[in-house]
């Protein structure tokens, strides 16, 4: 079985068990996870804090003169 097989599979299995696979938005993660619906975009909830975390600060370093 090659590799472009399995990941037909793996795609197929997907689109029947209606799960969405994203790859988390915090950009020094980047894994690959199972989302129950298309609003997740980060794998677990320290990524999303910790790049909303980020976001804020870059926001305000930005800001200030």
Same mark, same amino acid.
Request: proline share 2%.
């Given at each position: 079985?090659?590799?472009?097989? !399995? #990941? =037909?599979?793996? #795609? %197929?299995?997907?689109?029947? @068990?209606? /799960?969405?696979? @994203? @790859? +988390?938005?915090?950009?020094? +993660?980047? @894994? %690959?996870?199972?989302?129950?619906?298309? !609003? /997740?975009? =980060?794998?677990?909830? !320290? +990524?999303?804090?910790?790049?909303?975390?980020?976001? =804020?600060?870059?926001?305000?370093?930005?800001? !200030?003169?």
């Amino acid at each position: 079985e090659s590799l472009l097989t !399995s #990941l =037909y599979t793996m #795609l %197929f299995l997907d689109i029947t @068990r209606g /799960v969405l696979t @994203r @790859r +988390c938005k915090k950009a020094d +993660c980047g @894994r %690959f996870f199972e989302a129950a619906n298309a !609003s /997740v975009k =980060y794998c677990d909830s !320290s +990524c999303q804090v910790a790049d909303k975390t980020k976001r =804020y600060r870059d926001k305000k370093k930005t800001a !200030s003169p």
